[in-house]
């Protein structure tokens, strides 16, 4: 299986955060800035903050989701700063 990772972009214009996952981080981050993803089409231009490698894409996605039921901006900025998950997660 294809390693997969969790991504967090920011968006320079408003500084809010997008957490998604990917086996392609860089053709994922054209989609986002070209405006292929219509949930950050609004956010443009987005910056690439930290990608994060996990096993595979079924681990990601399952990192990717669980980050997201935090919606708190403080434990998103630190996965950014110490590139590391808030909880037990074996990568």
């Known amino acids: 299986m294809k390693q ?3 991504y967090i972009l920011q968006s320079i ?6 957490i998604g996952s990917t086996n392609n981080i860089s053709r994922r981050l054209k989609q986002h800035n070209n405006g292929e993803v219509f949930s950050t089409r609004h956010l ?3 910056i690439l903050k930290v990608f994060i ?9 399952k990192v990717e989701f669980r980050l ?4 708190r901006r403080d434990i998103i900025e630190k996965v950014i700063k110490d590139s590391i998950f808030p ?3 074996n990568h």
């Open 68 to 71: 997201k039921q935090y919606k």
């Open 13 to 18: 214009k408003n500084k809010r955060y997008y």
């Open 87 to 89: 909880w037990d997660y």
């Open 4 to 6: 997969g990772g969790i």
């Open 44 to 46: 443009r231009p987005l």
């Open 53 to 61: 490698k996990c096993t595979d894409l079924t681990d990601a996605k």
